[in-house]
């Protein structure tokens, strides 16, 4: 979280009327009376950023990470892709996955971040392979055990929610996550959506082999049966639903 952008989302909005009065409570000097909630103020607000004729592209897209922070809202992260993929951008790249990734690195939740992540940026095909190269991709060989925790934390929340990115421009990068045990979880969070998912992506044969090398508990909710379906030479569940039921119905494992 950037606390300087986050402040001065706050004055902006102030000097537009709109100020916090609680937790999640924020009031709009037009209507007084009334209690908006973050999502309200994310609505109204978070595509002004990109008209706001003082500020640069740049310094628009600076606040807007501010506002993402002040409001912790999915909203925000909607018109951040709205302004780079519409007439006016596209945004300034280096200040665009700057603010993903320095997000991605803080102690602080980050689901908006991640959730924008998986169905905007990587269930496009044409920005997945960008996004991912941005976020982790380009820094795979720095996956390093050990690695800086900041590094790691962006580490696993990327490879979470990155089932849909398409397996030829993912591949190397879980490899290299492979040599960290600490992102062995996360790995598997990923190969999982990449066959669960509907937009989820992989090739079987490889993907099996990467989840035997990951070190994971014998017991790991779903470890056999993606063993299974992936052995078995299945992409994606959704083209073959059958496969998961069957491979639930192997000996010691419970019924479906």
């Not at 990109?50 to 640069?56: A, C, G, I, K, V």
């Not at 800086?148 to 580490?155: G, K, N, V």
């Not at 992102?183 to 669960?196: E, Q, S, T, V």
């Amino acid at each position: 979280m950037d606390m300087q952008a986050r402040e001065d989302a706050r004055r902006w909005l102030a000097e537009a009327g709109v100020t916090q009065v609680g937790d999640d409570a924020w009031a709009d000097a037009d209507a007084p009376e009334k209690r908006l909630t973050a999502n309200d103020v994310a609505q109204s607000w978070a595509g002004q950023v990109f008209t706001d004729e003082s500020l640069d592209a740049a310094g628009q897209l600076r606040l807007a990470f501010g506002l993402l922070d002040l409001l912790d809202d999915y909203w925000v992260t909607c018109e951040i892709r709205l302004a780079d993929r519409g007439p006016s951008g596209p945004l300034p790249s280096d200040v665009l996955w700057d603010g993903y990734r320095r997000r991605l690195e803080a102690p602080e939740t980050a689901d908006a971040v991640t959730y924008s992540l998986w169905v905007d940026w990587f269930e496009d095909r044409a920005t997945s392979a960008t996004a991912f190269a941005e976020v982790l991709g380009h820094d795979g060989h720095l996956l390093t055990d050990p690695a800086p925790e900041p590094l790691l934390r962006r580490a696993r929340r990327v490879l979470e929610c990155s089932g849909p990115v398409p397996w030829p421009e993912k591949e190397t990068a879980y490899g290299l996550a492979a040599r960290v045990p600490a992102l062995h979880p996360a790995l598997f969070k990923g190969l999982l959506g990449g066959y669960r998912d509907v937009y989820g992506d992989l090739e079987p044969s490889a993907a099996s082999d990467l989840l035997a090398r990951l070190r994971l508990p014998a017991d790991t909710e779903h470890l056999a049966e993606l063993r299974a379906v992936l052995a078995a030479g299945h992409r994606n569940h959704h083209r073959s639903p059958r496969a998961w039921a069957e491979a639930r119905q192997s000996p010691g494992l419970p019924e479906a």
